[in-house]
């Protein structure tokens, strides 16, 4: 399957920010995060089209979500980092079908580091 | 919010064997459910979607079935290959979703 690109890893320390990029192509991206051993997580997702984004209430306050201009590319911003963020931090787009939406294409995944 | 359950956590198989894994939903979500394997070190992928369609360029031996809040992901005949963890999720809340805990399949 083809994959999305995703920004390189990135090592933070407890209370900064981390920003994530993903090329879309005009996509809408969807977020979802995999702390080391453990399942996977959704965050958030964000139409490209109209700028409109959704946020899982565990993340609310803390994640940001835009496109670039010519909305060629989606960021994942996450504030006030903590070690339980450690994870990698994948994009993806989805399908729809009646009545259901998958996941389609999945980034290579960012593997974000929070250590002091 | 929709859970997920899946069971097992974990099971041990040989090649050749058919393996199947349940999912189960909190509440009635239709046939929104989707499967998919994911191989350490790299991203899921999709296996089915909608309970029981099979992704392009998946094969045959994986078949899911399902609706409500049972649902099954089957592999006919375990390959190499197939050694994995694999993830249920609902879309019935869409655009908001939730991922099952996961099942891993290794070897006996």
């Known amino acids: 399957q083809v994959q999305l690109e995703q920004s390189g890893a990135e090592v933070k320390k407890p209370g900064a920010s981390v920003k994530v990029s993903c090329e879309a192509s005009?996509?809408?991206i969807n977020w979802v995060r995999q702390a080391p051993g453990q399942g996977l997580e959704w965050m958030g997702w964000?139409?490209?089209?109209?700028?409109?984004?959704g946020v899982g209430q565990k993340f609310v306050g803390r994640l940001t979500l835009t496109t670039s201009a010519s909305r060629d590319t989606a960021y994942m911003g996450l504030a006030n980092l903590r070690s339980e963020d450690t994870a990698v931090y994948y994009c993806?787009?989805?399908?729809?079908?009646?009545?259901?939406?998958?996941?389609?294409?999945w980034g290579r995944g960012t593997l974000v580091t929070v250590s002091s | 919010d929709i859970q997920m359950t899946q069971s097992p956590s974990s099971l041990s198989a040989s090649v050749g064997d058919r393996v199947t894994i349940i999912c189960r939903a909190s509440?009635?979500?239709?046939?929104?459910l989707n499967w998919y394997q994911q191989k350490p070190g790299e991203a899921p992928k999709v296996l089915i979607y909608?309970?029981?369609d099979l992704y392009s360029g998946v094969p045959l031996r994986f078949s899911g079935s399902g609706s409500g809040t049972e649902f099954t992901l089957s592999i006919s005949s375990l390959q190499l290959e197939d050694f994995a963890t694999y993830y249920c999720?609902?879309?019935?809340?869409?655009?908001?979703?939730?991922f099952g805990p996961g099942t891993k399949v290794d070897v006996k």
């Open positions: 999720q609902e879309s019935h809340s869409a655009p908001r979703f939730t």
């Open positions: 964000m139409d490209s089209n109209s700028g409109y984004a």
């Open positions: 909608g309970a029981s």
């Open positions: 509440q009635n979500i239709g046939t929104s």
């Open positions: 005009g996509s809408d």
């Open positions: 993806a787009t989805v399908g729809i079908t009646l009545n259901n939406w998958y996941f389609r294409l």
